[in-house]
């Protein structure tokens, strides 16, 4: 039997260079866990075409998904009910979306709102008014409610308030909103909540069917995420023609194109990585594997491939440049924008040197690792994104390939020498951390009382008594360790637990995830220099696929779903762009 991919130790993952015929073997490409599991490196990462969000319109566009609104009912305040019909290959979902006049009672993006502009449903196959009545009573009940049979998305959304109010001010008056305001909001809409895979009496998705178009990890999250967007421009223009008449006008389809979906995301996302280190490690092995690929890509005079990866950077530099955000702990835009600079300047000598047939072997591998130390992490990994788009067949088969069973499952046969093998293979930059000091041990993890989320607070303002919600990697594996010494090499962890049972979850993790080697940031939670956002980019922008990641207060991040990406007419009639991402301000 073949082995799952999951199962592969981790020196058949990154094996040695070349193969027998003196060739690079394309795993031998992939990144040191090392360098780039480091906090900051992973908050570099930049969104790619394995990205959750662009895998799935790469899919819709290239089998031409089609979404229709079968019933939009709204007044003039935006009040009512909309039914869209998704025609997913052969595969029928709607989108059920309520709407409401904005109120501020009860009205926020934190988990303990219980008012919000919009609620929808996304529900396998067509619906009936009973379906739709039903998700009217139900949703709005949020945490105490029941999700309608076949419902796999439970979401909710806000209007970006006076960027919302503006455009449809505009558009009523007979003219275009003004591109200053949208270009530094990038949406007139947010989402506050994607909900499913279980939740709310959702469809789990590891029940999907193989043929599923939503199979995929995160994907139904993304589909909703962009019938969020369809909703919202769809919404803009009803209001402003009930409110305009004759005179009013719709969006612009450059702007209606170039406006994404808000998002939101804090100290929750901490838990997600923790709980999630197989999806995690899928995703980024994926990406790497296919980095690695394109950097192996065949150079030929004519063949356009440096061209588009000049192409590309040109986008981003622009991009960046335009970019009006404020950054505490990343990068700069403009630093990030002059480091491109620099790199194009040098690819372009590259396409300079192949054109004069002065190029040697694999130029992309030595030109690749010829940048690290003289640009900074995002402009590096913004070039990384940039060469995926040499192998799209090979990043879009790695993407469809994301289902992800998250259980981990321990072996109790398995002995305490071979555990305490795996424990330093797996494990040898936690036993590089400071883990005694003051310094180390500064900060706690719990859930706050009057907001019900995620909170990290120093440890001397917390009653002592507070449970530490935090999933303390580094101490767990390092207890771990110490537990094992002294114990006969040749005993079965079966025995070991029954003396032990408290580290039966350490335990089990440890080998479920061995020779994974992207699964957990290389990172002390506790420790007071630790920055949460950079973990939570990780998940927002390389994961997701949300493009300029905000971060506030070291730990909360906003940023922009679906920036640029095709309209849904374009999906169906097969005219989106592939290279849709980092789009420029529209010029009317």
Not at 97 to 106: C, D, L, Q, Y
Not at 296 to 306: I, V
Not at 430 to 458: C, H, I, M, T
């Amino acid at each position: 039997m073949k082995p799952h991919a999951d199962d592969v130790p981790m020196n058949a993952i990154i094996d040695h260079k070349l193969d027998e015929t003196g060739a690079y073997r394309p795993r031998s490409l992939m990144r040191d866990p090392m360098i780039l599991m480091q906090p900051e490196r992973l908050a570099a990462m930049q969104p790619t075409r394995v990205s959750a969000s662009r895998a799935l319109v790469a899919r819709a566009a290239k089998q031409r998904w089609t979404i229709r609104k079968k019933i939009f009912e709204a007044d003039e305040q935006g009040a009512g009910r909309m039914v869209y019909r998704i025609d997913a290959d052969g595969y029928i979902l709607s989108f059920v979306a309520h709407s409401f006049v904005p109120e501020s009672k009860g009205r926020t993006g934190r988990i303990i709102g219980t008012a919000w502009d919009m609620m929808g449903s996304l529900i396998e196959g067509d619906v009936n008014e009973r379906d739709i009545e039903l998700i009217a009573q139900e949703m709005p009940l949020l945490y105490h409610g029941r999700a309608a049979p076949r419902t796999l998305i439970w979401c909710r959304s806000n209007r970006s308030g006076r960027v919302f109010d503006d455009t449809i001010a505009a558009l009523a008056q007979g003219r275009q909103p003004d591109m200053g305001s949208l270009a530094k909001a990038n949406y007139i809409m947010r989402n506050t909540g994607l909900d499913g895979n279980g939740t709310f009496g959702t469809r789990s998705f590891l029940a999907l069917e193989d043929n599923h178009p939503l199979r995929t990890s995160l994907s139904a999250q993304m589909l909703t995420a962009y019938l969020m967007r369809v909703f919202a421009l769809d919404l803009a223009n009803h209001l402003a023609f009930k409110r305009g008449g004759s005179r009013a006008v719709e969006l612009d389809e450059r702007i209606a194109r170039y406006l994404g979906v808000g998002n939101g995301s804090a100290l929750g996302l901490m838990y997600y990585v923790n709980n999630h280190p197989r999806l995690i490690d899928r995703w980024i092995r994926g990406q790497e594997e296919a980095l690695a690929h394109a950097k192996l890509s065949h150079l030929t005079q004519g063949d356009g491939k440096l061209d588009l990866v000049l192409e590309l950077l040109d986008r981003a530099i622009t991009y960046r440049h335009q970019d009006q955000n404020h950054y505490e702990v990343f990068t700069p835009s403009t630093t990030i924008a002059s480091d491109l600079r620099g790199i194009r300047k040098e690819f372009a000598e590259l396409r300079g040197r192949l054109y004069a047939g002065a190029l040697g072997p694999l130029p992309l591998v030595h030109f690749a690792e010829g940048l690290e130390g003289r640009y900074c992490a995002d402009a590096i990994e913004t070039f990384n994104s940039a060469l995926i788009e040499l192998v799209p067949e090979l990043a879009d088969a790695i993407a469809a390939n994301f289902v992800v069973d998250e259980e981990l499952v321990g072996r109790p046969e398995m002995s305490v020498a071979r555990l305490r093998e795996i424990v330093r293979a797996d494990y040898g930059w936690v036993f590089r951390l400071d883990l005694e000091s003051e310094k180390s041990q500064r900060y706690v993890w719990y859930k706050s009382a009057n907001a019900e989320e995620p909170r990290r607070g120093a440890r001397s303002e917390v009653p002592e008594d507070a449970y530490n919600l935090a999933f303390d990697l580094p101490r767990l594996v390092v207890h771990l360790e110490k537990e094992l010494n002294g114990v006969d090499p040749k005993s079965s962890i079966a025995r070991f637990l029954v003396t032990r049972p408290e580290l039966r979850r350490i335990v089990t993790r440890v080998q479920a995830l061995q020779g994974l080697p992207y699964h957990s940031p290389h990172a002390d939670i506790m420790h007071e220099d630790f920055v949460p956002a950079h973990i939570t980019r990780l998940l927002n922008g390389p994961i997701h696929g949300l493009d300029r990641t905000e971060d506030a207060m070291a730990r909360v991040l906003r940023g922009v779903l679906m920036h640029g990406a095709p309209l849904a007419y374009e999906l169906a009639d097969g005219s989106a762009q592939s290279h849709w991402f980092h789009p420029a301000v529209p010029t009317l």
